[in-house]
T-cell receptor, first 115, second 114 residues
């Protein structure tokens, strides 16, 4: 039972390079999310997708783009990576967006370093 | 601005004793709270939640207490087991139907010693 799968697990980029982080869920969830986690801080929402075909900005969207490719997949793209984007990125999904009593299920994260 | 704060970065307890993890929040609009648990190299997993209409919610060894007047919640683990060693995140949202704007604390690393 895979749940939420993120690829890659680790990546090192040079400043200015682009990259897409992939996320797929097999739980038939409608909503998907991208977070970043920085040392000493909690998870912060970058973008979310309430349903297939829709995306919305979260707390820290600058420098990122997202694509909800289909119900299963939600990708995060860095067009021109900056050292400030060095972080651990988590993808999550939930049955329905906006319902706090339906907790989010998280992937194992992508550790991204930008030199 | 960190609206959810976990002021203790780490906590160490003996196996069998009680673990108490604390969380404070500043936004009085928060009315739904969750605790997540995270092992190294894994994503957070949901542990327990509480709505602001309650002051306590219990699930097995885990109990969450909410003190709205103090804007404080705590997670009690009794008895603590070595497998409970993990990072615990507190999260809060303003509105049951608004978990798109969930705010997380920085986490507390719990170590349970055998």
């Amino acid at each position: 039972n895979a749940g939420v799968t993120q690829t890659p697990k680790f990546q090192v980029l040079k400043t200015g390079q682009s990259m897409t982080l992939q996320c797929a869920q097999d739980m038939n969830h409608n909503s998907m999310y991208w977070y970043r986690q920085d040392p000493g801080m909690g998870l912060r929402l970058i973008y979310y997708s309430a349903s297939e075909g829709t995306t919305d900005k979260g707390e820290v969207p600058n420098g990122y783009n997202v694509s909800r490719l289909n119900k299963r997949e939600f990708s995060l793209r860095l067009e021109s990576a900056a050292p400030s984007q060095t972080s651990v990125y988590f993808c999550a999904s939930s049955t329905r967006t906006g319902y706090s009593n339906q907790p989010q299920h998280f992937g194992d994260g992508t550790r991204l370093s930008i030199l | 601005d960190q609206q959810v704060k976990q002021n203790s970065p780490s906590l160490s307890v003996q196996e069998g004793r009680i673990s108490i993890l604390n969380c404070d929040y500043t936004n009085s609009m928060f009315d739904y709270f969750l605790w997540y648990k995270k092992y190294p190299a894994e994503g957070p997993t949901f542990l327990i939640s509480i709505s602001s209409i309650k002051d306590k919610n219990e699930d097995g060894r885990f109990t969450v207490f909410l003190n709205k007047s103090a804007k404080h919640l705590s997670l009690h683990i009794v008895p603590s087991q070595p497998g409970d060693s993990a990072v615990y995140f507190c999260a809060a949202s303003a509105g049951l139907y608004n978990n798109n704007d969930m705010r997380f604390g920085a986490g507390t690393r719990l170590t349970v010693k055998p």
